[in-house]
């Protein structure tokens, strides 16, 4: 087991949860104003200002874009605007991390602001969809890279779909989704989403698991 993406899920999630607070706060928003701006109910924010909620990918989504700030501040980066030839080297095992269920995910490329893509490395150690309270549902596009192991990606739309390690898969996020481990091994995948600062053309649906 990689220790190194194994920081405590604990503090991990209480960190993120302070740096949440303090950009609302910042801007001198009210949990109530800050719920509307983000598409986030109360109670959810409140948790996880809190630490009491490890948020989803879409939920940190929602988050980033109503308060209008990088994805990489609530991981504890200083992002860097650069003009033109825009660059970022990340170490082995220098992102930022964040745990939730059946994913411990590492950010990548935190020093650049503003970027058209998200990249992650994750760790996917859920080996079935109980794991998880619903499907994965935002806007934009991502690709999927198994890196070691093996992964099954499950979809409304489409059947479960088996990847091994080498195979990749570009798809569309408004199209609930959610991948597992189906290798004795935790998979160690490459996975990639279009940032938030993207304009989208359409509202962000509320994940709703069937």
Known sequence: MDTHLTKSADQSTTDLGRRVRAARQAQDLTLETASRLCGVSRSTLSKVENGLMSPTFDVLQ????????EIGELFGSTPRVSA????????KDEGQRHAYRGYQ???????LAHKAMLPFRIRI????LDAFDDWGRHEGEEFLYV???????????????????????YFDSRTGH????????????????TSADIPQTS???????K
């Open 62 to 69: 929602k988050i980033v874009h109503g308060l209008k700030i």
């Open 84 to 91: 033109s030839g825009r660059r970022a080297l990340t170490r």
């Open 105 to 111: 995910m590492e950010l990548l490329a935190t020093d």
């Open 125 to 128: 150690s859920a080996h079935t």
């Open 147 to 169: 890196i070691s192991g093996s992964v099954c990606l499950y979809s409304e739309l489409y059947a479960p779909t088996h990847l091994n390690a080498g195979d990749s898969l």
């Open 178 to 193: 959610a991948a597992v481990s189906t290798s004795e091994e935790d998979a160690e995948v490459l996975w990639m989403a």
């Open 203 to 209: 509202a962000t649906a509320e994940p709703t698991k």
